[in-house]
């Protein structure tokens, strides 16, 4: 399974079943991605933790889910790159995603970045997902 795919169904599994935080393992992307949907207001805080699992250390992300009058921040996720099909768009073709009131993530040639960023910086790059 694809990692960002497998962080963003556990962040929407962890959701469904109103659980406070959810740990996801640590990767410097998966990082970005989470300091990312902490910014947008999808998450209320993020942090990096070691923990033991069979005689070794690992590194994982402890994330907290944020809700709003007992409702996830998060209504919706839609995976746009998969490992089998790269999507790319060119700066000048960002749209606005759900009316402007979600954010799409984009892997730019200066690092993971919002749409918003990204349009600002005119910058184009691979689509991974958007979020709502």
């Known amino acids: ?10 962040i929407k599994n962890a959701q469904m079943v109103s659980a406070d935080r959810v740990l996801v393992p640590a990767s410097a992307v998966r990082f970005r991605i989470a300091n990312i949907l902490k910014e947008a207001g999808y998450l209320s805080d993020v942090a990096k933790k070691k923990k ?27 995976l746009v790159s998969k490992p089998s099909r790269h999507l790319y768009i060119r700066a000048k073709d960002i749209k606005l ?9 984009i ?7 919002t749409s918003k960023e990204a349009r600002k910086e005119g910058l184009g790059g691979e689509i991974l997902f958007e979020i709502w």
Request: charged share 30%.
């Open 97 to 105: 995603v759900r009316s402007g009131f979600g954010v799409a993530v």
């Open 52 to 78: 033991r699992a069979k005689k070794a250390e690992h590194d994982w992300l402890d994330l907290a889910l944020k809700y709003d009058d007992g409702q996830g921040a998060i209504s919706g996720v839609k």
């Open 107 to 113: 892997s730019t040639s200066k690092g993971i970045m």
């Open 1 to 10: 399974m694809d990692p960002i795919s497998d962080m963003l169904s556990r």
